[in-house]
């Protein structure tokens, strides 16, 4: 026998019990000071972080970072505006003195005839050759221009009548020249007609080309300026045009937007952020050490929060930097979009981790979270209370409508009621803002103020939606919807429980019966408990036969072993089950209940068996690994399957008393039997007694109230029935 023994004890599982907060308490110190320095870090940093342009200077010409509004009204004289009113009055067109000849058109007109007819005299002249034509043309005394020899062969080469339309082309173009600038020819005039007019005009002639070209050579060398900018006399004008300007006055309303995000710098913006105090500038050590004094006081704060009212969440390291991380990355968003956003920065989605919270974590929490995120919101949004309540209004809402999601249409619920409250207090700040409301202004802010109120809440509904999901496995928690996911008869492991251990399956389901039940009593998880009791003895499956639950109709196999051997195949349904509930994924949680829910206790009888055959007994070969529950639900969970295995014991064997009467106790009950009301108090006192709820923050008045659950839940199974006569029963 004691072979069988060590043969069995060698083909165990290994097994790691969860670490009881007594051990935790050892490095708790230590890792909630770094938790407490990770969110103050990430709440200072959203704080102090510098975006382009919101600390240091605003360079002119280039598009402004952020929006900034007056914090004051003041009344001045502006430098800028005078400048450019005086540089408008200076660069007047007005203020330009002109030197003007009208007669020089008029006398370059009759040098071009002059020599024009010149020309034509050499070409009717009989007693010149052709060579002395050329030369006499190639000699001509004229001051504005100098015939070349190609030219002048050119004007021989001509019949009369090419030369006749030639000569008056061109008399013809210098008078459509001047005509156009109306005998005024400036220097800009000249240019163009050179460059453009002339060869246009002649293009729409009839002349050849080389009559063109002569006929523009002869007009351009005789265009003249006759129109000229007197320098003396236009400065003297513009300076009297300068000093004649008045100082010109701005004003600037408190609350007044000076510039919008994205609006091109201007010198008159920059004046007014001087003059209003509203120019940013760099952050200096003391508001820097103010707001990491503030993010130390708001970490601080949490922590003790957390660590006094939400335990079972702080001290899970896992859980709680994975919060920690959640936090720090929503402030640094908000510093980043919200002075993008403008005034609509109260729409930003804030309620999807306030959903997130409340499904994941539980709705206080999230609701102490939304508290610290919405504060520090605040101080970074100009110490902006308007911002910091409608976003933490909003929060709430969502909390209160989703903090026990567990369908997919809640998280909708939980959009609506978001832009609900969110368009609702952003409508009641308005009013109190406005000096006075008319109908054209409602109906302005209305459009604008329901479209991102829609916006936010579905943006909420939809991030929280996709998201909280990874956040629940990478924060090690189990959800509403992933619990009934896991309740689902379909799952894996309770096909495999109903198939091959169909009276555990039943046991299971009647502990969450009963565990439900005390969990609605004390305000507890009651989803989470009735589906934590569906797998606590997954592990039996493996050796079914060797439990009561599934022996109907079979000889008890323990008959045939040693007690040392019988007590150490119970207890290891409860490390096959954490070993089969880590194989298949179960979240943490479900799989601290199965290695709680006997805790510590001891298989008394296969102890009493073993003292009877042997001397010497260890008593830690009859317990169980442990630990004892931690949390109120795992200790409703061991009471609840201790009730009902004990229960059900007891009524197959008729040693269960019907329930006590209004007047008092039933009398005369044999021995060994006793009512439902004892039975249910001797196996919590037995725990207690035991020491196996010490470490759960169960209280006496708590106790009561899941004892109380209990009874009633089991006396409507086992509640006295009436003995029908044979007849009445089978019809």
């Known amino acids: 026998m004691n072979t069988t023994r060590r043969r069995w004890l060698s083909g165990m599982p290994h097994f790691r019990p969860i670490h009881p907060v007594e051990i935790l308490s050892q490095r708790l110190r230590l890792t909630l000071f770094l938790e407490w320095l990770l969110l103050m870090v990430g709440i200072w940093a959203a704080l102090t972080l510098s975006l382009p342009g919101q600390y240091g200077h605003l360079e002119v010409g280039m598009p402004s970072p952020i929006s900034i509004w007056a914090p004051v009204e003041v009344a001045y004289t502006s430098e800028v505006l005078t400048a450019e009113r005086q540089a408008q009055a200076e660069n007047s067109s007005d203020n330009l003195v002109y030197v003007y000849d009208p007669q020089l058109p008029m006398q370059q007109r009759q040098y071009l005839v002059i020599l024009l007819d010149t020309i034509s005299s ?36 001509l019949d009369d009548a ?67 900018l007197d320098e003396e006399a236009t400065a003297q004008r513009r300076q009297e045009a300068r000093n004649n300007v008045a100082p010109q006055s701005a004003r600037v309303l408190a609350g007044e937007r000076i510039v919008s995000a994205g609006e091109i710098i201007t010198p008159v913006i920059i004046e007014k952020l001087q003059r209003t105090g509203a120019m940013p500038s760099a952050m200096g050590w003391t508001d820097i050490a103010g707001r990491g004094m503030l993010a130390g006081l708001l970490a601080l704060g949490f922590v003790a929060y957390m660590l006094i009212f939400e335990p079972q969440v702080a001290l899970r390291p896992r859980s709680f930097i994975v919060m920690i991380i959640i936090i720090d990355a929503t402030l640094l968003i ?3 979009t919200l002075p993008q956003v403008d005034v609509w920065s109260h729409f930003f989605p804030l309620a999807t981790v306030a959903i997130i919270f409340a499904v994941v974590f539980n709705g206080r929490l999230s609701m102490s979270a939304m508290a610290l995120i919405c504060v520090a919101i605040g101080v970074m949004v100009n110490m902006s209370l308007a911002v910091a309540v409608i976003l933490f209004a909003t929060c709430v809402v969502a909390i209160l409508i989703a903090r026990n999601a567990d369908r997919i249409f809640t998280f909708a619920l939980a959009g609506m009621g978001v ?39 579905a943006l909420s509904m939809i991030l929280s939606l996709g998201v909280f999901n990874l956040v629940s496995r990478a924060a090690g928690q189990v959800t509403p919807l992933q619990l009934m996911e896991l309740a689902h008869p379909s799952r894996p492991l309770l096909r495999k429980l109903i198939r091959e251990a169909p009276g555990t399956y039943y046991h299971s389901v ?37 439990f009561t639950d599934n022996q109907t109709g079979r000889e008890n196999v323990h008959n045939d072993l040693d007690p040392v051997t019988s007590a150490q195949i119970i207890i290891d349904h409860v490390r096959e089950g954490v070993k089969m509930a880590r194989a298949a994924g179960l979240p943490p949680q479900i799989v601290d209940f199965i290695a709680t829910h006997h805790g510590t206790g001891l298989i008394r009888h296969f102890y009493q068996q073993a003292l009877q055959l042997e ?22 969970l061991m009471l609840a399957d201790s009730v009902e295995a004990t229960v059900r014991s007891k009524a197959q064997h008729g040693k269960l008393a019907p329930a006590r009467s209004a007047h008092g106790a039933v009398n005369g009950l044999p021995p060994g039997v006793m009512s439902l009301d004892d039975l249910v108090q001797s196996i919590i006192e037995t725990r207690v007694r035991e020491g196996e709820l010490d470490q759960a923050p169960l209280t006496m008045h708590e106790l009561s109230l899941i004892k109380q659950a ?22």
Not at 126 to 133: E, F, H, I, T, V
Request: hydrophobic share 45%; proline share 5%; glycine share 4%.
């Open 122 to 157: 050499v070409r009717d002249d009989p007693s010149l050759s052709r060579a002395g034509r050329l030369a006499v043309l190639a000699a001509l005394p004229n001051a504005s221009l100098q015939l070349s020899e190609a030219q002048a062969d050119l004007i021989l080469t």
């Open 162 to 228: 090419s030369w006749e339309q030639l000569r008056s082309q061109t008399v013809g173009l210098y008078d459509r020249a001047i005509e156009r600038y109306d005998y005024a020819l400036d220097e800009r005039a000249l240019v163009q007609l050179r460059e453009r007019w002339l060869t246009y005009w002649l293009a729409t002639t009839s002349l050849s080309p080389n009559q063109r070209e002569l006929a523009k050579f002869f007009t351009d060398a005789f265009l003249r300026v006759n129109r000229a």
């Open 334 to 336: 908000a510093r980043v």
């Open 419 to 457: 832009a609900v409250v969110a368009a609702l207090a952003q409508l009641a700040f308005w009013f109190m803002d406005a000096p006075s409301v008319t109908m054209t202004d409602l109906r302005a802010i209305m459009l604008p103020l329901l479209f991102y109120a829609g916006l936010n809440g």
């Open 510 to 546: 009647a502990v969450g019966n009963l565990a439900e039940a005390a969990a609605e009593a004390v305000g507890g998880d009651a989803l989470l408990l009735r589906v934590a009791a569906y797998y606590h003895d997954i592990g039996k499956t493996v050796r079914p036969y060797f």
């Open 615 to 636: 001397d010497s007994v260890r008593e830690a070969d009859f317990r169980y690994p442990g630990p004892r529950p931690q949390t109120r639900e795992q200790a409703i």
């Open 710 to 731: 209990f009874v009633v839940s089991l006396q409507s199974i086992y509640h006295p029935r009436v003995d029908y006569a044979p007849s009445l029963v089978t019809r």
